[in-house]
């Protein structure tokens, strides 16, 4: 089964930057779509980016598109998101998923990282 681990998260100023990492193991890294995901107090867990399996392919939801940049490492089986330009609503819990490609939809993301914490301090 697959296995995922977040690191990276911790508490900047507005305006910092943090690169989260998400070690991928348990199953082959290339055969599957990763996306980032987070969850601020109070409200739902919104997708923030997602790479398919080659990395040719990412997307992004608006609020963090020219700030975020998400990659993927096939040697070292890991993911990684980028973050520039930290804002405070930026501030939630982020979790990385996996999805086995080819993955139809944001369901099909069913391994799940147990998240890392980012705060941004105004």
């Known amino acids: 089964q697959v296995q995922l681990l977040e690191s990276g998260g911790g508490l900047v100023q507005a305006g910092g930057s943090l690169n989260l990492s998400c070690a991928f193991s348990g199953r082959s890294f290339h055969a599957y779509a990763i996306a980032w995901f987070r969850q601020a107090p109070g409200k739902e867990r919104e997708v923030v980016a997602v790479?398919?399996?080659?990395?040719?392919?990412?997307s992004y939801v608006d609020s963090v598109k020219g700030r975020f940049t998400i990659s993927r490492d096939h040697v070292h089986n890991t993911a990684y998101l980028r973050m520039n330009n930290l804002k405070p609503e930026d501030t939630a819990i982020y979790y990385c998923a996996a999805a086995p490609e080819p993955f139809e939809s944001l369901a099909d993301f069913a391994s799940w990282g147990q998240g890392t914490q980012v705060t941004v301090s105004s």
């Open positions: 790479i398919s399996w080659s990395g040719g392919h990412a």
